[in-house]
């Protein structure tokens, strides 16, 4: 008789647990009722928060201690993923520019860069990559990614002919931008970069109108950081022809889609990536069951996130998905259609938002062993 194979694919339930726990969680759950089974165990992200994390562990990569230009202008300890036998690295720019990098009183971008970010991915070059992955997401930076492209070697000038930095504040003053002076070996890898909104770099959709609040932006703030920003783009167009301000995914990360696009960088959805890089569909034949989850399920769920990004192809796999999660919006008929199968709420009884944050691990393996429990029925 086949042994059951079970696939445990969560993300993470933000502010609760991370995907390797979540992954733990599951499986003690599921391992109560089905002790002989053949467990799959593949933590999962969609392009952000975590992604270096998952693809090294299911690579067998490693972590390159890197120090970087901090958001502030200070020297910090970060680190990027590489994996020797592909000479590939994974950076996701919040190790270098994040905006948890930033102390909340200090939060403001006219006064940030993503100058770390450049030099991060000079470090990956120097360590022989020849396919870089970036991680959108996080960024405390509407840079417009300058400080990165100065970084990588890019002479920018105010009308003074006075050098510029890259800081959010320093958008306006940009009179004359040289990309000739970039390191080649940019140009010679292969960039994949992994952004999942679609805003453009200026106007009311755009980088700064979009995010720059969260990032610590006034009205006023973002008025000075919008008519940069426009500036920033005339100069671009002027000095490359290419007309970066309207540009879909150009206003990701405060402007770093834009920047990566000036350098060739792929831009594709970050489930994508991810579920190609982690060899998903290969590792998932013959599975009996995917278990997967997040911490919040809604209409959003369908535009690339993980749970979506699963689901596609275990339909094409013609494989059961079952999910969890720590919210569960009453809009998500168009999941089952994807090819979800169920979708189970792991909130145990009634309790605070605070307290079901610190009781994930808990909730998530007692509803797993539930889940289990059905399924055994059916498999009697």
Same mark, same amino acid.
């Given at each position: ?55 090294? =562990?299911? #690579?067998? !990569? $490693? ?6 230009? &901090? %958001? ?126 679609? =805003?453009? #770099?200026? !106007? $009311? ?6 995010? &720059? %609040? ?130 189970? !709420? ?35």
């Amino acid at each position: 008789m086949k042994k059951l194979k079970i696939v445990i694919a969560p993300d993470s339930f933000k502010e609760s647990i991370d995907a390797f726990n979540a992954a733990e969680a599951i499986k003690e759950g599921f391992i109560k009722v089905f002790p002989e089974a053949e467990y799959e165990v593949i933590p999962m992200a969609d392009g952000g928060e975590g992604t270096s994390e998952v693809i090294i =562990n299911a #690579l067998n !990569g $490693e972590f390159i201690d890197a120090n970087v230009t &901090g %958001p502030l202008g200070n020297i910090i300890e970060s680190k990027f993923g590489y994996i020797n036998e592909e000479d590939k690295a994974i950076i996701e720019i919040a190790a270098a520019c994040g905006l948890a990098l930033v102390p909340i009183d200090k939060r403001n971008p006219l006064n940030t860069t993503s100058f770390g970010v450049g030099e991060m991915i000079l470090k990956a070059l120097d360590k022989g990559a020849k396919r870089i992955l970036i991680g959108l997401g996080g960024s405390s930076t509407n840079d417009g990614g300058l400080g990165m492209l100065v970084a990588l070697g890019a002479k920018v000038y105010d009308n003074e002919g006075n050098t510029i930095n890259g800081y959010g504040q320093e958008l306006i003053k940009v009179n004359n931008i040289d990309f000739t002076s970039i390191d080649k070996r940019i140009y010679e890898v292969n960039i994949e970069v992994a952004c999942d909104v679609e =805003n453009p #770099l200026i !106007g $009311e959709k755009g980088a700064t109108y979009t995010f &720059g %609040p969260q990032k610590g932006a006034t009205t006023q703030i973002m008025q000075e950081l919008e008519l940069g920003m426009k500036n920033y783009s005339n100069k671009i167009k002027a000095s490359t022809g290419i007309d970066i301000g309207n540009i879909p995914k150009a206003g990701a990360a405060g402007g770093l889609g834009a920047a990566f696009m000036l350098i060739e960088g792929n831009m594709k959805k970050g489930i994508d990536i991810v579920l190609e890089n982690i060899k998903f569909e290969e590792r998932i034949k013959n599975a009996d069951y995917i278990i997967t989850g997040e911490g919040s399920i809604d209409s959003q769920t369908k535009y690339g996130k993980t749970i979506a990004g699963i689901a596609k192809i275990s339909k094409a796999n013609n494989i059961p998905v079952i999910v969890e999660a720590g919210r569960v919006s009453d809009d998500i008929s168009e999941l089952y259609e994807m090819g979800v199968t169920a979708v189970f !709420g792991i909130v145990d009884e009634p309790k605070t938002l605070e307290d079901a944050l610190v009781d994930g691990y808990n909730s998530l393996r007692k509803e797993s062993e539930n889940i289990a429990r059905l399924l055994a029925v059916k498999k009697n």
